[in-house]
């Protein structure tokens, strides 16, 4: 039975994210996506924080998300410019992430967007996989690989050129056009905050940007930013201090010259013979 045993040969484990490519050798196809998705990742860390305290979920950037097997295996992967993963853990087994193979974790991204350089044509491409009788598979678009594939439950397609932002949401297994709210925004309700289109300089790019905001209208801040609000109430602070202390002396002094002055008219009341204490105030 053991010599049985060992002649059947077992066919390999799925591969995970160390055994698969982490790039596809394309280059990043403008100069804004990657400030781009900083700004996203530096904003919503204070929301992710709270929202996961134990620090479990992962942000992809670029990276490759595997939902089929191929040859070559990056053939089975799309990679989304940036996505958020909740319920997660950031490293696996203490390795850093090279990919997020979703045949391992069977967790979706709970939202994910793409830059789109050109018209968008590509990331809203919902052609699906289908094999011909000849074994020819073809290339599955975008769209439909993440609504009906790895159904990530929000997707965005920035146009770049444009300043175009649309947002998807998965309704009943299908994605729906989202409307933008009264100030331009689309609410991520699980997360609730809200994402739209700033208009300032990062990285010494003045442009329109992907920003957060949460869901009173309050812009999400990057590090620098959040550096320069504290800056400015320290500023304030230490102003409304001198200023208190400069009051307190103001006081002091008229305190000083009342005191002073009563007492000259003391004097006087007594040389005319008159007690200043019988006077009424």
Known sequence: MVELLKSIELPPPFPDHTQLPEEDGTFVKNFQEHPQSIILTDSIGSVLQERHPDGQYCIGQDSGIYWRET????????????????????????????????????????????????????????????????????????????????????????????????????????????????????????????????????????????????????????GNERAEVESDRANRENQRAQEMEMALVEQKQRTQEAEIKAARLAEKLRSLGVDPNSIDP
């Open 71 to 222: 040859e070559p295996p990056e053939k089975g992967a799309e990679a989304p410019d940036w996505f958020y993963v909740p319920n997660v853990p950031p490293k696996l087994k203490g390795e850093i992430r090279r990919s997020y193979v979703l045949w391992r974790e069977h967790i979706a991204p709970l939202i994910a967007l793409e830059f789109a350089s050109g018209n968008g044509d590509e990331e809203r491409d919902k052609t699906p996989l289908s094999v011909s009788e000849e074994g020819v598979t073809t290339k599955p678009g975008k769209f439909w690989v993440y609504e009906q594939v790895v159904r990530i439950p929000y997707y965005g397609i920035y146009e770049i050129k444009s300043s175009k932002l649309e947002m998807y949401q998965l309704v009943a297994g299908f994605y729906q056009k989202l409307e933008p709210n009264e100030r331009g925004h689309y609410f991520i309700s699980p997360l609730e905050i809200e994402l739209g289109l700033w208009r300032g300089s990062y990285q010494n790019q003045e442009q329109m940007w992907l920003r957060w905001w949460d869901k009173e209208g309050n812009l999400l801040l990057i």
